[in-house]
């Protein structure tokens, strides 16, 4: 999970077999407290799937509780825009989502399973994150041109 600070979303990042490669919420700014973070979900999902597809998620749900739950304007305009930004950044992988976390996947799955398959290789590499090395003894991840 990314908790980013000031921002108005979290983000999962899955290996295979899970059919969504990053899964991003539309939640409030996460906030820190005794060690344990909270933030409110607001419904509308980002969710791009490994054959590179976009999907914006729950887009009724979010209707239904604007209504029901008595959203306040400017929550309503945050989410739209942060779905709006996040649709643009899952899409044209940039910043935080931009492959950064492709490192931490496979360093996970080796961890798990003590071995990676050439074909688990190839999918969690098919990115701009493609010069994953292995080191002597820890994956690395070269950094992709548009990322800062």
């Not at 493609?130 to 800062?148: F, I, K, N, Q």
């Amino acid at each position: 999970m990314l908790f980013p600070r000031n921002a108005w979303w979290t983000a999962s990042f899955n290996t295979p077999p899970h059919k969504s490669e990053s899964y991003v919420d539309v939640t409030t700014i996460p906030e820190w407290k005794d060690g344990e973070v909270t933030m409110l979900d607001l419904d509308l999902d980002v969710i791009r799937l490994r054959d590179g597809r976009l999907i914006l998620g729950d887009e009724d749900e979010f209707a239904e509780h604007q209504v029901l739950l008595n959203y306040p304007s400017d929550l309503i305009s945050h989410a739209e825009a942060t779905a709006r930004w996040l649709l643009h950044a899952v899409r044209e992988r940039k910043g935080p989502l931009g492959g950064a976390h492709i490192q931490w996947l496979v360093i996970s799955w080796f961890q798990r399973h003590g071995k990676i398959n050439v074909g688990v290789y190839r999918r969690l590499t098919a990115n701009p994150c493609s010069s994953l090395l292995l080191t002597s003894r820890a994956w690395r991840c070269g950094t992709p041109p548009h990322v800062p």
